[in-house]
């Protein structure tokens, strides 16, 4: 039997266990590739430790009530004893039932005080723990590096962070006192009912025995079917969040159906199943269905043989118990106090089974959530066991010198493709470098490193002559100025958009923020909105036109008074007047300023004071404008194209006006 509950197997789910062949390295591997961690108690514990004084009165009152309120059979046992001693006369009998009976109601009002106050303590102590947990959790997923986001899905992220934290919720504040509530309340019942009848007491914990021998390996199977349900449902999750979030591309590709399916593939449309059975096609995920319906049928196993076993277990009980009392072993009241514990212990082991249940779910979830909160971003460089934290400079001025020095980089997510082959690149102080080439050349990647938002797999980058790895990860951050080609807004206020890179603590007056704003060529159309500067942005920005989103932004990033101003292909995807109002924002912005930019159009990139042209993941050449015009083939081929669509547009208009 013992076997049977570490490797059950399902028609359509197959095996159950988590575990595979390879012993428990191959398990923890295996977890670790899925994005969870090993669960423990001790981490629970550790969750909820803050709340330990609190908790522990709760577990006091809990017991206290549950442990009391089981006298209270025995007390009505001997009402039950006095109303039929006809030895007494009807009086002497009701005074006797009136004793008793009011010492139970007072029994049971004591106990049902104490268990408001449990449950509340229960309650507020969980919404307490989930509080600090989801900070936390939040917290650590924030800190992690960009590699982390290319290959954990948002949604799946979501997940963690609102449905396995409210199943941890629901198993601090109701499953884990319930269930050892009922636990209590069964043994303290099983000990009364020793103390009324021993011999009926030794055949009814016996069948118990055999209830839970019977029940306790479709419990376990039921946990860890639970666990596959929440994966299943995380993925639906994450797709649909994916398409409600690019609901305007959805909708313009009139691809409503081929999302619908998409989700209905993971959760599994009954109408595809209508003889109840579901299948699986071979090679695709399990949905929520196929797993809900196993667990389905798991759970109702497990609890008729708990329920049904149980009540069987009584009415069983009770029939040896009448033969007791023809005997005269025992009396009426004591089979009726005999009765109630009984019942007790039916009930308490089968809600005490469901809560179980409940907290192996959350058991299983508690790894997905330790996993996010032990990871460790490799940036800033985590030390080696044993090693001291490396300090990280904090110099007192940036003064914008980059140097690349034969760095080869490839995207952790795809280690085996290069972007960057032995790229080198110097860049002065206040200078403009625009960087050039065809697509999937390396431009944005440079971008990027200089951000570093990822480590280079070899070579070196420099900043004012200090290798990239050793400068305080913040402190750089908090110098550099980045503009996307597609800007992202958040769902506040411009004023809130515009402050976003500004510490909580620093503020800044109207007047400078306005002037920023005038620099970056936005402040007239943001003071022409009824709201101003207070007007809601919607979310990801969608109530603004990209050109004003891309100047909001331009604006951010002067706010912070930035000493390196990074540009990726600011207006490749803008119309000519917002392109025009942009680049005169551009001109404004890079004054006094070590300016990197990516850019396609021939217009930005002969401002520069250095064009770098890139192809093949190399740098090919670097110079003006009018060197490369002479020297390098590749920078006239790309200069080439360029007048070759604009002379294109230039005669269309021709036609159009003739």
Request: charged fraction near 20%; proline fraction near 4%; charge should be negative.
């Amino acid at each position: 039997m013992g076997k049977n509950t570490q490797n059950v197997k399902d028609p359509e789910i197959g095996n159950v266990d988590d575990k595979g062949d390879g012993g428990a390295s191959g398990a923890e591997t295996s977890q670790a590739e899925k994005g969870e961690s090993p669960p423990s108690l001790s981490r629970v514990f550790q969750i909820i430790k803050p709340e330990g004084k609190v908790l522990l009165v709760g577990f006091i009152l809990l017991f206290a009530a549950e442990a009391t309120t089981q006298v209270i059979p025995l007390i009505v046992a001997k009402a039950y004893n006095a109303i039929i001693d006809f030895t007494m006369d009807p009086d002497e009998r009701m005074s006797d039932v009136h004793y008793y009976m009011l010492v139970s109601i007072i029994i049971f009002l004591s106990g049902s005080v104490a268990t408001f106050i449990r449950f509340s303590i229960f309650a507020v102590a969980a919404e307490r723990c989930v509080a600090r947990l989801r900070i936390q959790l939040y917290g650590s997923i924030l800190n992690q590096d960009i590699a982390f986001f290319d290959v954990h899905k948002s949604g799946e992220l979501i997940s963690r962070l609102g449905s396995d934290t409210t199943l941890l919720q629901g198993v601090v504040s109701q499953s884990i006192p319930e269930s050892l509530g009922n636990i209590v309340k069964a043994i303290v019942s099983v000990i009364l009912t020793f103390y009324i009848s021993p011999e009926l007491a030794g055949v009814s914990l016996g069948i118990i025995i055999v209830i839970v021998l019977m029940a306790s390996p479709l419990g376990i199977s039921l946990g860890k079917l639970s666990k596959l349900y929440q994966d299943a449902l995380g993925e639906a999750q994450t797709h649909s969040t994916e398409a409600i979030g690019q609901m305007r591309t959805v909708q313009s590709f009139t691809a409503e159906m081929k999302e619908k399916k998409r989700f209905s593939d993971n959760i599994g449309d009954p109408a595809m199943y209508p003889l109840w059975f579901p299948k699986s096609k071979e090679g695709k995920a399990k949905s929520t269905l196929i797993v809900g319906f196993w667990k389905s049928i798991y759970s109702a196993g497990f609890f008729s043989i708990i329920f049904g076993g149980g009540f069987g277990f009584l009415y069983g009980c009770l029939w040896y118990g009448f033969h007791l009392v023809n005997k005269g072993d025992i009396t009426l009241g004591d089979l009726t106090a005999f009765q109630a514990y009984v019942f007790n212990i039916g009930l308490g082991l089968g809600t005490a089974s469901t809560n179980v249940v409940k907290v192996i779910e959350a058991f299983g979830a508690c790894g997905r959530i330790f996993f996010l909160l032990d990871a460790i971003p490799s940036i800033p460089t985590p030390p080696k066991k044993g090693e001291e934290p490396k300090t990280l400079l904090k110099p007192g001025k940036f003064e914008g010198h980059l140097k690349f020095d034969n760095v080869k980089f490839a995207y952790p997510s795809r280690p085996n493709i290069d972007v960057l082959d032995g790229v080198s690149l110097s860049i002065s102080p206040g200078t403009t470098t625009a960087l050039v080439g065809g697509s999937g050349s390396g431009k944005s990647t440079v971008v990027a490193l200089l951000q570093r938002f990822y480590d280079i797999n070899s070579g070196s980058i420099k900043i004012d002559g200090n290798d990239i790895k050793d400068v305080d990860i913040q402190w750089l951050r908090q110098k550099i100025g980045y503009v996307q080609q597609e800007p992202q807004l958040f769902g506040l206020s411009v004023r809130d958009n515009l402050l976003y890179g500004l510490p909580d603590e620093k503020v800044i007056s109207q007047e400078v923020m306005e002037q920023a704003c005038r620099d970056a060529n936005c402040h007239d159309f943001i003071s022409s909105w009824p709201d101003g500067y207070e007007t809601l942005v919607g979310e990801r920005g969608v109530q603004v036109s990209g050109g004003q989103k891309q100047r909001i932004s331009i604006a951010r990033a002067l706010i912070t008074d930035c000493r390196l101003l990074l540009l990726d292909e600011a207006t490749s995807a803008l119309d000519a007047e917002s392109e025009h109002l942009v680049q005169e924002a551009i001109d404004n912005a890079v004054v006094g300023r070590t300016v990197v930019i990516v850019a396609h159009r021939l217009s930005t990139i002969q401002r520069a004071t250095q064009i770098v042209v890139m192809n093949k993941h190399k740098v090919v050449d670097v110079g003006t404008h009018d060197y490369l015009l002479e020297n390098c083939l590749k920078y006239r081929e790309l200069i080439k194209r360029q007048n070759m669509v604009s002379s294109g547009s230039t005669t269309a208009l021709k036609e159009l006006d003739s």
